[in-house]
């Protein structure tokens, strides 16, 4: 069975800094790019950051970039969002998704599984 499940979602205060984790099972995790997104209430789904099928190259979104890093360890079969200097406006669930391809993606459409996702709340 292919899942993905998140953990690592939250409190924490603004200027904080959270890990997310994203553990795969039931496929081949090196051999797919990975991806992370959120939503929050009301908005529509943002894409966050995506990493290649061995972690060579990666894209964030700009409402994140410079503050948010992805990493993955293939032998664990995990993906990583380490996210520093969280702002109010990063509130939002947090998905883990399994692209059908080697290379990064921002386009939600091309990943083929989704994770359950977990919960990250900014707040003083």
């Known amino acids: 069975q292919v899942q993905l499940v998140e953990s690592g979602g939250g409190l924490a205060q603004p200027g904080g800094s959270l890990r997310l984790s994203c553990a795969a099972s039931g496929f081949t995790f090196s051999n797919y790019a990975m991806g992370w997104f959120r939503q929050a209430p009301g908005k529509e789904r943002e894409f966050v950051a995506s990493?290649?099928?061995?972690?060579?190259?990666?894209v964030y979104g700009d409402t994140v970039k410079g503050r948010f890093t992805m990493s993955r360890d293939n032998p664990k079969d995990t993906t990583y969002l380490q996210m520093n200097s969280l702002r109010l406006e990063d509130t939002a669930r947090y998905y883990c998704a399994k692209r059908s391809r080697t290379g990064w993606s921002t386009v939600a459409d091309t990943y083929d599984v989704w994770g359950q996702g977990t919960q990250v709340t900014v707040s003083s």
């Open positions: 990493i290649d099928w061995d972690g060579s190259g990666t």
